[in-house]
């Protein structure tokens, strides 16, 4: 069984930073597809950012381009994302996703595995 488990949430006032990790635990597991999303109470899970296996490629929604950072260190299967300059209206459940699969998934279907979330939480 593969898990995804999240750290690094709390609360932080805005233009803060933040840093998650998603590390993965279980059998012997290379998640070659990896992103962040997130969920903000009363709206719908959304994009963030994700990152390919080698870490060349990675991919930002419009919202956190610029401020967030997505990275993965293979020798330990994490994957981080980095938050600068944080907004009130990131205050979300963020979540881990992996995937076997190749290249970069930018929709929730393109991800296998989730991670349980972690709260951020930005005062104003």
């Known amino acids: 069984q593969v898990q995804l488990v999240e750290s690094g949430g709390g609360l932080v006032q805005a233009g803060g930073s933040l840093r998650l990790s998603c590390a993965a635990s279980?059998?012997?597991?290379?998640?070659?597809?990896q992103g962040w999303f997130r969920q903000a109470p009363g709206k719908e899970r959304e994009f963030v950012a994700a990152i390919n296996w080698s870490g060349v490629s990675t991919n930002y929604a419009d919202s956190v381009k610029g401020r967030f950072t997505i990275s993965r260190d293979i020798s330990k299967n994490t994957v981080y994302l980095q938050m600068n300059s944080l907004k009130p209206e990131d205050t979300a459940v963020y979540y881990c996703?992996?995937?076997?699969?190749?290249?970069?998934?930018?929709?929730?279907?393109?991800?296998?595995?989730w991670g349980q979330g972690t709260q951020v939480t930005v005062s104003s």
């Open positions: 996703a992996g995937d076997l699969r190749g290249g970069i998934g930018l929709r929730e279907v393109e991800y296998a595995f």
């Open positions: 279980g059998r012997a597991f290379i998640s070659y597809r």
